[in-house]
Nanobody, 124 residues
C-alpha cells in the first residue's frame, strides 16, 4: 500500500523551470516503477515520464524529452520531475503514479496508486 502526494507546481513564464516532488508513504516504494502524467483541461491524462524501481532507467514522451528529467531518491521515498524550458503547452495538472509491476508503462491504467496532482501553469 502506497500513498503519494505531489508538490512543487505553480505559475511560471515560458522558458522557466519547476521541480515537482512526489512523496510516498507506505511499504514497497523501492519496488515500484514511478511515473509522471499530466492532464490539461478537456483532455485525457497523458504520459510524461517513467523511472525504474532502481532509478537507473528512464523514458519520456517525445514532447518533453530533453527538457524534463525524472529521478527518484529511494532513501527519501520521493520521486521528482525537473521541468526546464517550459512551454505554455506544458500547462496541466501533473500527477505521479506508482506501478507495482514496474514495467515503466505509458498507460494510466497500469498504475496502482496516484497522487492528487499539482497544477503547473506556464504563461506566454
Amino acid at each position: 500500500q502506497v500513498e503519494l502526494a505531489e508538490s512543487g507546481g505553480g505559475l511560471v513564464q515560458a522558458g522557466g523551470s519547476l521541480r515537482l516532488s512526489c512523496a510516498a508513504s507506505g511499504h514497497g516504494f523501492n519496488s515500484y516503477a514511478m511515473g509522471w502524467f499530466r492532464q490539461a483541461p478537456g483532455k485525457e491524462r497523458e504520459f510524461v515520464a517513467a523511472i525504474s524501481m532502481s532509478g537507473r532507467t528512464t523514458h519520456y514522451t517525445d514532447v518533453v524529452e530533453g527538457r524534463f528529467t525524472i529521478s527518484r531518491d529511494n532513501a527519501k521515498s520521493t520521486a521528482y520531475l525537473q521541468m526546464d524550458s517550459l512551454k505554455p503547452e506544458d500547462t496541466a495538472v501533473y500527477y505521479c503514479g506508482a506501478e507495482f509491476l514496474a514495467t515503466m508503462s505509458r498507460k494510466e491504467k497500469d498504475y496502482d496508486y496516484w497522487g492528487q496532482g499539482t497544477q503547473v501553469t506556464v504563461s506566454s
